[in-house]
């Protein structure tokens, strides 16, 4: 998980139930088009100040010359955070079409788990805290919050198809920054590409094998890319109270163990609601995030088609790609 997560969203609670995991069949009823998608995303200024373990890997500067790129993708977005965020996205979104769907200052102390577990990380920092997969309560809160604000969004923001989120910094190298600038000011996703999504999965990329992965088994790992995700309108508070009861299933079994920073790595939760509920994930490409565990290089090598999901959406139907399913064989559960 890179320090994509500084630049991450996050919000309060979704509000729903742990438990209550029906299907929503909501969210479509204002639509006047099929596909039609809201993305979300956000940014917090964090420094070095903000690090409980070693030092937090790219400073601000580097998400304030990046953010460029997503927030000027012709889409509808949803944008969250401190007041400096808020203000620098709204520049780097300037005169861009559509105008933003909305713009909102969140506290990061109200993100969960800050909100219900601040207290408990904070007295003690080394358990909660690691030298190389956790360096910060703080840009933890951020990281795990992203799947309710997603879902703020999808209350706040009725009526879409598809609800998505976007790592601000998207910092994907140079075959990102040529992706995203040959796509232009066209409208994004791909029509086309966002038509083949599955209506009842999480739509993400990879990092690796879900089957190495135990109910229960909270060690550090994650099969499953955080950077850029879509979730069908009649699913999202479904899997955003899946997440959340995932994260506090996570407290409680770590709670007398030596370590859980595990639980604020959302890779980890999202990893785990896939091993509690198999199949919720439709695999896209391969992730392309830092942190990615050693022991799932080998199945990284073996991906075909574009290193991403957002490579894969951002693809005309001429363009030779492959959407990975669902395929234990190949490393993707």
């Given amino acids: 998980m890179g320090l994509s997560g500084v630049a991450l969203a996050a919000a309060a609670a979704c509000g729903t139930l742990p438990g209550a995991l029906a299907l ?38 580097g998400y304030l010359k990046s953010m460029h790129k997503v927030m000027s993708l012709n889409t509808d977005i949803a944008i969250y955070g401190d007041a400096f965020g808020v203000e620098n996205m709204q520049l780097a979104r300037g005169e861009a079409k559509p105008a933003l769907a909305g713009a909102e200052v969140l ?75 040959a796509w232009g000011n066209k409208p994004w996703p791909s ?40 979730i069908p309108a009649r699913i999202v508070e479904d899997v955003v109270a899946l997440f959340y009861e995932e994260l506090e299933k996570c407290f409680r079994i770590t709670k007398d163990q030596d370590e859980s920073y595990q639980c604020l790595s959302e890779q980890v939760i999202m990893t785990h609601m896939e091993v509690s509920r198999p199949g919720l994930y439709n695999f896209i490409g391969k992730g392309y995030g830092t942190g990615i565990m050693n022991n799932f290089t080998t199945d990284l ?33």
């Fill in 24 to 61: 929503k069949a909501a969210g479509a009823a204002g639509a006047d088009e099929r596909g039609s998608i809201l993305v979300t995303t956000g940014y917090w200024r964090l420094d070095n100040s903000h690090a409980d373990a070693g030092g937090l890997r790219n400073g601000p500067g």
């Fill in 191 to 230: 029509a086309s590409r966002l038509a083949k999504l599955p209506t009842d999965k999480i739509s993400a990329s990879g990092t690796g094998y879900c089957g190495n992965f135990k109910e229960g088994d909270y060690r550090f790992g994650h099969c499953v890319a955080a950077t850029v995700w879509v």
């Fill in 107 to 181: 506290e990061i102390e109200s993100l969960e788990p800050c909100k219900s577990h601040g207290a408990e990380m904070r007295a003690n920092v080394s358990k909660y805290t690691h030298p190389l997969h956790m360096h910060s309560i703080t840009l933890a809160c951020i990281w795990d919050g992203k799947f309710s604000l997603v879902g703020r969004s999808f209350r706040k923001y009725p009526g879409y198809d598809w609800y998505a989120w976007l790592d601000i910094g998207m910092h994907g190298g140079a075959e990102m920054d040529k992706n995203m600038l």
């Fill in 301 to 333: 090598a073996e991906l075909d088609g574009p290193s991403d999901l957002f490579s894969w959406l951002g693809a005309e139907d001429g363009q030779v790609t492959t959407m990975l399913a669902a395929d234990r064989k190949r490393g993707l559960d």
